[in-house]
């Protein structure tokens, strides 16, 4: 049966046996995945070496990259979401996040809420109803 002859879609090669793997949608012989792909370390997703991102110790897919690491903004250390130091909407390792703190010796103020604002449109508002009151008053 010619049409069920599988093709690699990597190298082109006629696949004949069961020796194939799926990667992003497209049929891989197995010579090509032991050699151009390889494994996310978060979700166990295989991907073409490519497509991986993350560093030197972590291989990662672009969606768990995207999803669930961030990177230290100061030296850019890849992180795990629940690593990662927030400060100023910005990711920090443990590290770089301490020295932060020391330079800038930011405190943290449980509770600290920031102080309402008021926006012309309720100054506009406390106008009208001054305005109602003077013509309550009127009648
Ligand atoms: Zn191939
Ligand atoms: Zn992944
Ligand atoms: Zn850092």
Not at 33 to 41: A, F, R
Not at 59 to 66: A, E, G, H, K, R
Not at 83 to 91: I, K, N, Q, R, V
């Amino acid at each position: 049966m010619e049409e069920n002859k599988l093709i690699c879609e990597n190298c082109g090669c006629v696949i004949d046996t069961d020796d194939y793997s799926e990667v992003n949608g497209q049929v891989i012989c197995y010579d090509c995945i032991e050699s151009e792909t390889t494994l996310c370390d978060c979700c166990g997703t295989r991907i073409f070496n490519d497509d991986v991102y993350g560093d030197d110790y972590t291989t990662l897919c672009p969606y768990c990259y995207n999803n669930h690491y961030t990177r230290c903004c100061c030296c850019d250390a890849l992180l795990y979401e629940d690593d990662a130091y927030h400060l100023d909407d910005e990711d920090y390792c443990r590290e770089c996040y301490n020295d932060e703190c020391d330079k800038f010796e930011y405190i943290h103020e449980y509770g600290y809420k920031p102080e309402p604002k008021f926006y012309g449109c309720s100054e506009r508002y406390f106008g009208i109803e001054l305005k109602i009151d003077n013509l309550k008053k009127s009648l």
